[in-house]
């Protein structure tokens, strides 16, 4: 009797530290495979691939069910996943010109811009006072963080603007189009990256990365096949899958509040190991300005907990963000009506 109580306890409490593991050292392990590999096409081209495998192989296997892959679906997704891929492609060049903090800065803008596309586009009602308060209180931290951030450079911000705008037009565009597709999350998985990996080629030869990887292959100097950057680049595609898995499944297994409350913890989590693994970190300046986004963001959380709709709306951006800084699709899109790979 005291056993079977038991179990359900410690096989949560696994999923929710598997969990808080993978979100919070993600961000920084593709930091780290960028500064390894420096091809961010072929490394999120790689990681879409490993994700898409994951799941249909899972799939065969019996641990997992996701939506059968067919073509009228996915010229129905087409779109959907083409905003998906530019918003993990600006993703992948910020990190690879900006360090983390940046990129959680930036991140963290993001209830803000989707709380005015939603009432500029969507017609929802204008935030509460309190929730205006923790927007301005996140906008606040940005902007000191951006004033304080002694690395700054045109390129690192340009992307993390192309980000913010794309993140924020994919969480919008996403919840007034795709779940009409009534997808589950892991046919969503499974389709955002398969998509993804289609889109990656083009984009391979738009920016010219092919001519540097096949530069780099045919170079002895090249870092393509150094040990250095073959770990990095699994460690990251393994973590990518990992999260997909530890994510729903947490969802599943505890509350969205509770699930929210660890979201939040996690990106303090990042901050700390960011902080004490490396240099590539921001100023003290900086870290305090980062902490009050992410205080800021916690506010946010808890002025939505009145209002149901408000609280799922709520619930949506703060897992759309945790799932666009991990590169790979999670998301329990049955149960919330949300997203990501």
């Given at each position: 009797m005291s056993s079977s109580t038991k179990q359900p306890h410690y096989a949560t409490s696994g999923l929710v530290i598997g969990y808080a593991l993978c979100s919070s050292l993600l961000a920084i392990i593709n930091k780290y495979a960028i500064t390894q590999f420096n091809?961010?096409?072929?490394?999120?081209?790689?990681?879409?691939?490993?994700?898409?495998?994951?799941?249909?192989?899972?799939?065969?296997?019996?641990?997992?069910?996701?939506?059968?892959?067919?073509?009228?679906?996915?010229k129905k997704f087409f779109p959907a996943a083409l905003v998906f891929f530019l918003a993990i492609f600006t993703n992948t060049n910020l990190l690879r010109h900006a360090n983390v903090d940046t990129f959680i800065v930036f991140r963290s803008l993001t209830p803000l811009l989707v709380a005015l596309a939603d009432t500029a586009f969507r017609g929802q009602n204008l935030p509460s006072n309190l929730t205006f308060f923790s927007l301005v209180v996140i906008l606040a931290g940005a902007v000191g963080y951006v004033a304080t951030d002694s690395g700054f450079t045109l390129t690192a911000y340009s992307w993390a603007f192309a980000y913010?705008?794309?993140?924020?037009?994919?969480?919008?565009?996403?919840?007034?189009?795709?779940?009409?597709?009534?997808?589950?999350?892991?046919?969503?998985?499974?389709?955002?990256?398969?998509?993804?990996?289609?889109?990656?080629?083009?984009?391979?030869?738009?920016?010219?990365?092919?001519?540097?990887?096949?530069?780099a292959i045919n170079s002895s100097t090249g870092s393509l096949f150094e040990l250095n950057a073959v770990l990095a680049v699994a460690l990251s595609c393994v973590f990518g899958l990992l999260i997909s898995f530890f994510g729903f499944a947490a969802r599943k297994a505890v509350s969205a509040t509770a699930f929210t409350v660890t979201g939040v913890v996690n990106k303090f989590l990042t901050v700390a190991i960011n902080v004490t693994i490396w240099d590539k970190h921001a100023s003290p300046a900086g870290l305090i300005c980062l902490l009050f986004t992410i205080i800021g963001g916690v506010l946010y959380q808890q002025s939505v907990t009145g209002s149901g709709s408000q609280q799922r709306e709520a619930v949506v951006v703060s897992k759309q963000a945790d799932i666009e800084s991990d590169f790979v699709g999670d998301g329990d899109l049955e149960d919330e009506s949300e997203v990501k790979v």
């Open positions: 091809y961010p096409g072929l490394l999120t081209g790689l990681q879409y691939l490993t994700s898409s495998l994951g799941v249909y192989l899972l799939g065969k296997l019996g641990f997992l069910h996701h939506d059968p892959f067919t073509f009228p679906i996915a913010l705008v794309t993140i924020t037009t994919e969480m919008v565009y996403i919840k007034h189009m795709v779940m009409s597709l009534g997808l589950n999350t892991w046919g969503f998985v499974l389709y955002n990256n398969v998509l993804s990996l289609m889109i990656a080629p083009f984009f391979w030869f738009l920016t010219g990365e092919n001519f540097e990887v096949s530069n």
